[in-house]
């Protein structure tokens, strides 16, 4: 049998390592979703009051924030971790698999948490640094924007950050290699429905009927053409129709279709122009069928947009830690969503990914139910955590 992979950490976060991965596990089995993180929080509040920082909780409802002030400077950094799950059934078969049904943890947040906590242990022992480190822990990252939630309830006013820094695992990437992209990191993610509206008929008389379904079908094919003949070929833009919705029976024509989208962007402008033209084209292709259309465009998460001076500093912690093979030269943008974009609308900083392995290593892709996290990179990425830390915070 072949060792288990050892990744580089400090020796000790290393020491701990075997409590860290129990919380993880105790976490995983006991998912929360969305604004329910009641356990979570508990469990990360107690330790770290326990460690000596200054807890205040009930910022985004189920959010924690600690506060560890260490030296004379004024020097303000900030660090997130997400705690909220996923509504999926699990199938991992782990032992510490989820225990509630349809609930489970998906896509790391457990791990996340973890790594945070790891080095909040760590930073509280050692306080190897100069000025006031927040360590936060969110709520409701999956698609309920727990980060806009917080910043509502006054985070930054409560907790001033001069930086704030997020993490991330990502399958498929080298177990324990990082990236960072500077600029347009991450896609806005924004949810759009359309509803078509007709009139409905027998399917042996459709003169007498409005077909909506044939007015949406239209509506589906043209939302393609945006992208490919609105959208600068140099940007990117993604439109994608998840749900159509229509009708009973093989011989009734419904009166009203329903369309559910997903819409990415990587540049606000671009964002704004998906916008206008699903609303021009849905409401001229209804007119053109005799139907009309309903445009509920909901916008969600910003483009996330990593400072490139904080990049560039989140890099080279990595390469002096870890050395230029640390860092996934090649990486490039990912068209996924991120509440953390609300973050550094306010505050310069950056979101970076941590490799959760390659093949069978790193398991499936997130947001699948045999997902799990890598329980051999949480002590490498919560010392990434503490040499971000002691590099921002440096002693004089």
Not at 160 to 171: E, K, Q, R, V
Not at 261 to 272: K, Q
Not at 345 to 372: A, F, L, R, T, W
Request: glycine share 10%; hydrophobic share 40%.
């Amino acid at each position: 049998m072949n060792a288990p992979l050892r990744l580089p950490a400090l020796d000790a976060i290393r020491a701990a390592e075997e409590e860290m991965v129990a919380i993880r596990h105790q976490i995983h089995a006991h998912p929360e979703t969305a604004y329910e993180e009641f356990a979570t929080s508990d469990l990360v509040a107690e330790r770290l009051q326990r460690w000596g920082y200054e807890v205040h909780r009930g910022l985004g409802g189920t959010g924690v924030v600690g506060t560890l002030r260490v030296g004379s400077s004024t020097r303000r950094i900030g660090l997130r971790a997400d705690m909220d799950a996923l509504p999926i059934a699990e199938t991992s078969g782990k032992p510490w698999a989820s225990k509630v049904f349809g609930k489970m943890h998906a896509c790391g947040h457990d791990g996340h948490t973890a790594m945070l906590l790891s080095a909040a242990r760590h930073l509280a022992a050692t306080r190897n640094f100069d000025g006031i480190l927040h360590v936060v822990f969110q709520p409701a990252e999956e698609g309920l924007a727990g980060a806009r939630k917080m910043l509502e309830d006054g985070f930054l006013e409560l907790f001033p950050c001069d930086a704030m820094f997020g993490m991330h695992n990502m399958p498929g990437l080298r177990a324990g290699q990082f990236a960072a992209v500077p600029g347009y990191a991450m896609a806005s993610g924004d949810t759009c429905y359309i509803k078509v509206r007709g009139t409905g008929g027998h399917g042996a008389l459709p003169h007498h009927a409005v077909d909506a379904v044939v007015a949406a079908s239209s509506i589906v094919m043209a939302l393609q053409t945006i992208v490919s003949r609105n959208v600068n070929p140099l940007h990117t833009g993604i439109i994608s129709v998840g749900a159509f919705h229509a009708g009973d029976a093989p011989n009734v024509i419904p009166d009203v279709v329903d369309l559910s989208l997903t819409v990415r962007a990587f540049r606000p402008d671009v964002r704004d122009l998906l916008e206008r033209r699903i609303n021009e084209i849905a409401q001229a292709q209804a007119a053109v069928y005799g139907a009309s259309a309903e445009v509920n465009y909901i916008r969600r998460y910003p483009v996330l947009n990593n400072d490139a001076q904080q990049t560039a500093f989140c890099q080279q912690v990595i390469r002096d830690w870890l050395g230029d093979d640390g860092l996934h030269a090649q990486a490039e943008p990912v068209s996924a969503s991120e509440d953390f974009a609300f973050f550094l609308e306010k505050v310069p900083g950056c979101y970076v990914n941590i490799g959760n392995g390659v093949g069978s290593e790193g398991g499936c892709m997130v947001h699948n139910p045999g997902y799990d996290f890598n329980d051999q990179v949480l002590s490498t990425g919560a010392t990434y955590w503490v040499k971000l830390t002691e590099a921002y915070l440096q002693k004089p």
